[in-house]
């Protein structure tokens, strides 16, 4: 059975930083791609964040683009994702995402999800 468990939400001031983990396990034997959602009461899933199974190439939403940080240790199956500067508009449940392609990651449609951990952001 595939899990992916993201940890490290919680509630942190303006300006401030988190970071979140995913663990991924039971993945059949092929390479992934991992990354990071988000999505905030009201609106749609976003796209965040992906590294590629080697964890030599990311790619990131410009809205993240140099304050989130995506990245891997591949000896423990997670992936993470460092949070820099945050906004109250960062508030959101994070979602953690596996995939054999990595495009698909980026669009939105990776084979496996985790069930998401909630960052807030307060003024």
């Known amino acids: 059975q595939v899990q992916l468990v993201e940890s490290g939400g919680g509630l942190v001031q303006a300006g401030g930083s988190l970071r979140l983990s995913c663990t991924a396990s039971?993945?059949?034997?092929?390479?992934?791609?991992m990354g990071w959602f988000r999505q905030a009461p009201g609106k749609e899933r976003e796209f965040l964040a992906t590294i590629n199974w080697d964890g030599d190439s990311t790619y990131y939403a410009d809205s993240v683009k140099g304050r989130f940080t995506i990245s891997k240790y591949s000896a423990k199956n997670t992936v993470y994702l460092q949070m820099n500067n945050l906004t109250p508009e960062d508030t959101a449940v994070y979602y953690c995402?596996?995939?054999?392609?990595?495009?698909?990651?980026?669009?939105?449609?990776?084979?496996?999800w985790g069930q998401g951990t909630q960052v807030t952001v307060s003024s």
């Open positions: 995402a596996a995939d054999p392609n990595g495009r698909t990651v980026v669009v939105g449609s990776p084979d496996y």
């Open positions: 039971g993945l059949p034997d092929r390479r992934y791609a």
